[in-house]
């Protein structure tokens, strides 16, 4: 019952920046989800980028920490995610995810579109 639209993505050079962000909509109470950025890039496995609960615990992969930095607007459904130094290796499509909570498997929640980020010189 929730939909999720990506946006924000495109082409940056190393060391950009880029700020993803995901609209919900559809018959939930967003501030109980938790939520999440994941990517995939080509010929690898989609993969955690950051995530936040309902009470606004973040995770991030060790890849980002320091350069990525995910957030929640409740009140206007969003969440986002800031992106600084970019590197070549995060060029992938990001991905959205809602799941009812923490212990849910991500696999199990809903999913965006996707939106390209690209990184190159």
């Known amino acids: 019952q929730v939909q999720l639209v990506e946006s924000g993505g495109g082409l940056v050079q190393p060391g950009g920046s880029l700020r993803l962000s995901c609209a919900a909509s559809?018959?939930?109470?967003?501030?109980?989800?938790?939520m999440g950025w994941y990517r995939q890039a080509p010929g690898k496995q989609r993969e955690l980028v950051a995530s936040?609960?309902?009470?606004?615990?973040?995770n991030y992969a060790d890849f980002v920490k320091g350069r990525f930095t995910i957030s929640r607007e409740n009140a206007k459904y969003t969440v986002s995610l800031q992106m600084n130094s970019l590197k070549p290796e995060d060029t992938a499509v990001y991905y959205c995810?809602?799941?009812?909570?923490?212990?849910?498997?991500?696999?199990?929640?809903?999913w965006g579109q996707g939106t390209q980020v690209t990184v190159s010189s």
């Open positions: 995810n809602a799941r009812i909570g923490p212990t849910v498997a991500v696999e199990r929640g809903y």
């Open positions: 936040i609960t309902s009470n606004g615990d973040t």
């Open positions: 559809g018959r939930t109470i967003f501030s109980m989800y938790t």
